[in-house]
């Protein structure tokens, strides 16, 4: 025992530096994998309409003390200098990286809270029937499916508009409660779905039953159940907040909030590569660190209670039908065939001619959205599907576990967004690369899980006795551990069908996704917040359908108490 | 396992309690009274003068150049009292008296001629200074003694390029001086000895905010008084506001590859020529709210641009033909929202005459390189003719010469170089200016890009709040020591 725990700890320390000593090599390499001109970004981020004579370039080549190659670039890094913003040489890299680092803590840490409070309130019902006993209704994981498929940048969008300009409550520019707010509200449900699996376990519990039978007062065991259930779930706040930490930079964009997913993003964009480095590092770091809480939080608890355990039948009723009718509907559109473009039909509202409406160029949104369905949905479902594969393969080795496991912690923290623009860099843009940015983040959960689910077959007694009776490792992992695995994952997966949705629709919001005139959702969307007053039809048509596809899969995954 | 219970328990609600207390610290408060202005670009180099940073040097009233573009493009005197040409070479300004830097320092020729050498040794040079050795003198007190090393007919409007503004000690001589700045916003401090008179407001607030939709909302919302470069599709929502609107040397052009592929063959180039309809695109895109360019390289409007007919050096091409089967590809940039509208209008419109077509749109700055390597068969883009020094004719030289730096359309035509070199050397302002609209026709007469708008700029702002704001079409001046 005592001489286990150091063992870990090196091997810990290993992995984490390793970790960063990969970023930091990536990131150092990154603009010589791109094939990009260091001098000519720096021109462009300091005069965007200059002429780029090649004497110009030649003279920023040398005046600015770029590197010449990865190899430069990487020795410089490694020799402990970050030394100075490329663009702004008169700022260190510390310096550019971290202005308004605050405002972005400030506002991941406030919409964790919120989302926390937020996510028990919605799951109160639940609660509820766990403290009164009584059956679980479907119903009940619906707000949970309906916040957590509300994309952040549409809900920023709308709380400008609504809060800051209409109703003049809060200020348009800077940190308040709207930016606080488009976060907590997505994260809310994300967070709600792990509180319900978190409620159906504890209301297993022994005592509840014991408290139940006796007659305590409800309401004493909805509160004991509540604060059983907060427990549970605090230490992922850490990682929760890491999380939000790294998504920031679609709100800070429309709250105009100069903080680190800002920076992230436009130093990416820039190819600043000293900057990029400090915020890259800072990430990580808070990932790692925010792991560490976690497990420093669960120490001695059985990680999988805490992890998404959906072992039970899903429900899969007419109810079920009812919710995809919506997109059954589009089936109409897919056949009145494409939408095409039309000038004198620029944002008509939705009418008998045009039963969504019409977008900026005059196409029909109704036809978009039907042939749009392709994209978004065949894209999530591959997106998944890849996921899920690659999460199966990562858990069921034993040996390899806590290595993926930290991996995955630590690139938890990393911004999905950052992930995207660099992959448009050395792949292009186009909807593969979208999946490709989703897959590299969306694995995380999938992974998790499944060594946790791994981890509890080894610890059954039918596993053991396998061990003991020396079947081959290969045997025991077919026979026990991968069926078990890609049932927990499949389902988990499932129920991620409309987070990587929302995921490649924020993602083709940023102008990574999808082509330019392609119908897909996170297009529409993208294109429909220049226009969300005056045409409310282009963003709310996608919302509402996005919002579809999160019941579904909500329902899909849903578990439910045996009785 | 008990102990282990509490530890959770401690840790849990520390942690809960950490994330709740940060909820409630978090509060947004409102603007106070002074005056403020939302600029659509944020300071790129800490407000140094050799960037994009000089621009907001002049427009917020912080620093002043020798000279300033008037709206016909012609120089007239800022800083400087007079500019006088001495010869080809040589130009001698003199300073305006009793002018003072913020800092309480007079301005002298000596300190002027340190300004401009900062400039001219700068890394990269501002543009407008061009490529040629100048040499700068302090012959007195208040005269500065510009010579070049060659014959320089536009040496005199090399001085309204924002970046040659005359500073020292890092501050300016305009009405405003900076008391704070970083990357969100900036306070500004009347400068009282102010050589135009006392400013009207005593301070004021520069807001930057980079996205369109943003910037009106915090008109709307009272944030701010007053907003640059409002958005044509969100116009309509300042409904209730003031908007004054310039037309600006800034065009929005449809670049056609005349290297390689499809647009390499001068046929096709006249089949998707003819086959676009600017106006209608222009109508569409910007709304109502971009002037047609009737066919000119340049703003139709402006006195010089005389040009409609080509010189009958470039034989137009008749569109015998069939368009090609092969995919054209059309790349634009997200950073200006209309020109993705520009390129879809644009490729339904060759798509209608039996064109196939791609589009792809990123921002400019994974774009370019791309654009520059010459990947796209048209390039859409957005681009001002009346950079640095304000002349056209530079312009035509690094946009349309076999070795210009910005050929984004990588044309190469020796009978146009041979205009264009000739038009350099011209040193009658009108005759140069003149001789450029010339050449522009003979450009388009050659279809080698399609003029579609021709783009303004719209500053809304609400009329009790703010009043006389400078409306530039070039985009330098905006708050004056009138402004208030």
Redo the contacts between chains.
């Keep these: 025992m005592k001489n286990r725990i150091p063992a870990s700890i090196i091997s810990y320390i290993v992995t984490v530096l390793l970790i960063l000593l990969g970023t930091v090599v990536l990131i150092a390499s990154l603009p010589f994998i791109l094939g990009?001109?260091l001098a000519?970004?720096i021109?462009?981020?300091?005069?965007?309409?200059?002429?780029?004579?090649?004497?110009?370039l030649e003279?920023?080549r040398?005046?600015?003390d770029l590197p010449t190659s990865a190899g430069e670039s990487i020795i410089r890094i490694l020799s402990g200098n970050m030394g100075h913003s490329w663009?702004?040489p008169?700022?260190t890299a510390y310096a550019v990286a971290y202005?308004?680092f605050f405002n972005s803590i400030?506002?991941a840490?406030?919409a964790?809270?919120?989302a926390?409070?937020l996510a028990i309130i919605i799951v109160l019902p639940r609660i509820k029937v766990a403290a009164r006993g009584g059956s679980f209704k479907s119903w009940h994981i619906l707000p949970v499916a309906i916040l957590g498929s509300l994309p952040e940048f549409v809900l920023a969008?709308g709380i400008?508009?609504i809060f800051?300009?209409h109703l003049?409550w809060?200020?348009?520019?800077?940190?308040?409660?709207?930016p606080?707010l488009a976060l907590a509200i997505p994260a809310s449900g994300m967070l709600g779905r792990i509180i319900l699996i978190t409620i159906d376990e504890v209301s297993k519990e022994e005592w509840v039953m014991n408290w139940r039978l006796n007659h305590v007062d409800s309401k004493k065991v909805i509160r004991a159940v509540v604060m059983q259930v907060?427990?549970i779930v605090?230490?992922q706040?850490?990682i929760y907040?890491a999380g939000l930490l790294a998504s920031t930079a679609l709100v800070e964009?429309?709250?105009?909030i100069?903080g680190l997913g800002s920076n992230a993003v436009k130093a990416a964009?820039?190819?600043d590569i000293p900057v990029l480095q400090v915020i890259a590092l800072t990430v990580i770091t808070i990932g790692i660190i925010s792991a560490l809480?976690m497990h420093?939080?669960?120490?001695?608890?059985d990680t999988a209670a805490t992890g998404l355990r959906v072992m039970n039948k899903p429900y899969l009723r007419w109810g079920w039908l009812i919710v995809l009718s919506p997109l059954l509907f589009l089936a109409i559109g897919y056949y009145q065939g494409d939408a095409?473009?039309s000038?004198e039909d620029?944002l008509l509202a939705p009418s008998l001619e045009h039963w969504f409406g019409t977008d900026?160029?005059g196409r029909d949104l109704f036809q978009r959205m039907a042939h749009g369905t392709i994209y978004t949905i065949g894209g999530s479902l591959l997106a998944t599907s890849v996921c899920v594969l690659i999460a199966l393969l990562l858990s069921v080795s034993s040996t390899l576990a806590p290595f993926v496991r930290r991996i995955a912690e630590t690139f938890n923290a990393l911004p999905a967004v950052l992930i995207g623009l660099l992959l448009?860099?050395t792949l292009g843009?186009g909807t593969h690369v979208a999946i490709i940015a989703v897959c590299v983040v969306a694995w995380i959960p999938l992974v998790l899980h499944g060594i946790a689910v791994a981890d509890m077959i080894r610890a059954t007694q039918y596993y053991q006795w396998s061990v003991d009776h020396k079947e081959p490792v290969f045997m025991r992992t077919v026979h026990h551990i991968i069926p078990a695995v890609s049932v927990a994952v499949i389902r988990h997966g499932a129920s991620r069908i409309a987070h990587n949705a929302l995921a490649i629709a924020g993602l083709g919001f940023l102008?990574v996704g999808a082509?330019?005139?392609s119908p897909e959702w996170g297009v529409i969307l993208s294109e429909s917040?220049?226009?969300a007053?005056?045409a409310p039809w282009m963003i709310i048509v996608p919302t509402f359908y996005l919002i579809v596809i999160g019941i579904t899969s909500a329902f899909a995954a849903d578990t439910r108490l045996k009785n | 396992m008990k102990k282990f219970t509490q530890i959770k328990k401690i840790c849990s609600l520390g942690l809960a309690a950490l994330f709740l207390s940060s909820a409630l610290s978090a509060c947004g408060n409102k603007n106070d009274d002074a005056v403020s202005i939302a600029f659509p670009f944020a300071p790129v180099a800490s407000l140094s003068p050799f960037s994009d940073d000089a621009n907001l040097l002049t427009r917020m009233g912080i620093a002043e150049t020798l000279m300033y573009l008037d709206t016909d493009g012609q120089p007239q005197p800022w800083l400087a009292e007079k500019a006088e040409v001495v010869d080809n070479r040589t130009v001698s300004f003199v300073l305006r008296e009793n002018v003072q830097f913020s800092d309480g320092e007079k301005l002298t020729a000596e300190r002027a001629v340190e300004s401009l050498r900062a400039a001219y040794d700068a890394s990269p040079r501002p543009s407008g200074l061009g490529k040629n050795d100048l040499t700068f003198e302090a012959a007195d007190e208040r005269t500065v003694i510009v010579r070049s090393a060659v014959e320089d007919p536009i040496l005199v409007a090399r001085f309204t390029d924002p970046g040659t503004v005359i500073m020292h000690n890092n501050t300016g001589t305009g009405p405003y001086s900076v008391e704070s700045v970083n990357t969100s916003t900036a306070s500004l401090q009347a400068h009282e000895a102010y050589w135009g008179g006392k400013p009207s407001m005593a301070s004021y607030t520069a807001e930057f905010i980079t996205d369109g939709g943003t910037r009106v909302n915090a008109l709307r919302s009272g944030d701010v008084d007053a907003v640059v470069a409002v958005p044509v599709s969100r116009i309509e929502q300042l409904s209730d506001f003031s908007i004054e609107s310039v037309d600006t040397p800034r065009m929005t052009y449809a670049y056609l590859n005349t290297a390689q592929g499809v647009f390499a063959d001068p046929v096709q180039r006249s089949l998707a020529f003819n086959a676009v309809d600017a106006d209608l695109i222009a109508q569409t895109a910007y709304e109502g709210h971009a002037a047609s360019t009737e066919g000119s390289l340049f703003n139709p409007h402006v006195s010089w641009n005389i040009a409609r007919l080509t010189s009958g050096a470039i034989t137009e091409v008749a569109p015998e033909g069939t368009p090609t089967s092969e995919t054209i590809t059309i790349g634009t940039i997200t950073d200006r929202a209309e020109l993705g509208e520009v390129a879809s209008l644009l490729a339904q419109q060759l798509r209608d005459v039996g064109f196939t077509v791609d589009i792809s749109v990123t921002d400019y700055k994974t774009q370019e390189q791309r654009f520059m390597g010459g990947d796209f068969d048209i390039v859409i883009l957005s681009r001002n003719y009346q950079l640095g020094a304000g002349d056209p004719v530079s312009y035509l030289s690094s946009d349309f010469t076999c070795s210009g730096g910005f050929n984004m359309s990588h044309y190469c035509n020796p009978i146009i170089d041979g205009y264009i070199s000739t038009a350099l050397e011209e040193i009658d302002s009108d005759t140069r200016y003149r001789s450029a609209s010339r050449i522009g026709a003979d450009i388009i007469a050659d279809h080698v890009l399609i003029p579609i708008a021709l783009n303004q700029t719209f500053i809304g702002y609400s009329s009790e709040g703010i009043d006389n704001l400078y409306v530039d079409p070039y985009e330098r001046r905006l708050v004056t020591q009138e402004t208030k």
Excluded at chain 1, 43 to 56: A, G, I, K, N, T
Excluded at chain 1, 253 to 256: A, E, L, Q
């Design positions: 990009r001109d000519l970004l021109l462009r981020s300091r005069e965007v309409e200059r002429v780029p004579d090649p004497e110009v003279q920023i040398q005046d600015f663009v702004d008169s700022q202005e308004g400030i506002l840490f406030s964790t809270a919120l926390l409070v969008a400008v508009i800051a300009v003049q809060i200020a348009i520019k800077g940190l308040s409660i709207g606080i907060s427990y605090a230490p706040l850490s907040f964009t429309t709250f105009n100069h964009l820039n190819q809480i420093i939080c669960t120490r001695g608890r095409s473009i000038a620029r900026q160029l448009v860099g843009g102008g082509s330019h005139d917040i220049n226009y007053e005056r």
